[in-house]
């Protein structure tokens, strides 16, 4: 089964600065996605990025970006010029799409509060 | 506009009453999930479906049960034999291959 681990439970950052979360997975499969989703106070999770695993070319939407390194099974988020608005929890997730898994069953870290500081 | 409603958004219960938490979507999308949400803890997979009539155990279904009858409603049920249900509960939804999208949430409570 896959793990995904996000090191960090929290991490702060100054308005218009930038701050990278870590995340980190296990898997013995060769293709897969990687996700990350924001849940801001409201608890509603968003999609932040997705990266598919095939694709070398990290993925940026925006102000986010990510560094995905696929030989150490790495998944960081980068956020640039951050909002006071950026401040939730964000979660990096996995998903298979081995076997027939295609509908997107996800597995989820544990979650790092984000706090922006004006 | 489309989306995914849980209903409802809080929940009281006793202990050993059964509950039933709503999930409707309408953006057509076949795959529908159940998740759980703890303090300190990522999300955990219930139960999913990937067409009506259809579905499959997530990690944690013990103590849960689903019916998926129509494409666009995916209730849960809380059984008196979940030790722990309270817990913040989170609907999704998805297309073959896309991304989840998200209810809400509904936060359940045992007196």
């Known amino acids: 089964a896959q793990t995904v681990t996000q090191s960090q439970p929290e991490m702060s950052v100054q308005e218009a600065e930038t701050v990278t979360l870590s995340c980190t997975y296990d898997?013995?499969?060769?293709?897969?996605?990687l996700f990350w989703y924001k849940q801001p106070p409201s608890r509603q999770m968003i999609l932040v990025i997705r990266?598919?695993?095939?694709?070398?070319q990290n993925a940026t939407e925006n102000r986010f970006s990510v560094n995905f390194q696929k030989a150490a099974k790495s998944f960081s988020l980068k956020i640039s010029d951050s909002q006071l608005g950026d401040a939730a929890m964000y979660f990096c997730?996995?998903?298979?799409?081995?076997?027939?898994?295609?509908?997107?069953?996800?597995?989820f870290g544990q979650g790092t509060i984000l706090t922006v500081h004006p | 506009d489309g989306g995914i409603t849980q209903s409802p958004k809080y929940l009281f219960r006793k202990e050993g009453q059964n509950v039933t938490l709503s999930c409707e979507q309408n953006?057509?999308?076949?795959?529908m999930y159940w998740y759980r949400q703890d303090p300190g803890q990522g999300l955990r997979l219930i139960y999913y479906?990937?067409?009506?009539?259809?579905?499959q155990k997530g990690d944690i279904a013990e103590g849960y049960s689903v019916s998926r009858e129509k494409k666009e409603s995916f209730p849960l049920t809380v059984t008196s034999a979940q030790k722990n249900p309270t817990a913040f509960y989170l609907c999704?939804?998805?297309?073959?291959?896309?991304?989840?999208?998200f209810g809400e949430g509904s936060r359940l409570t045992v007196l």
């Open positions: 999704a939804s998805s297309l073959k291959g896309g991304e989840l999208f």
């Open positions: 898997t013995s499969e060769s293709d897969y996605y």
């Open positions: 990266q598919e695993a095939y694709k070398q």
């Open positions: 997730a996995y998903r298979s799409v081995a076997g027939g898994t295609s509908y997107g069953k996800l597995t």
């Open positions: 953006l057509n999308h076949d795959a």
């Open positions: 479906s990937q067409i009506v009539n259809d579905f």
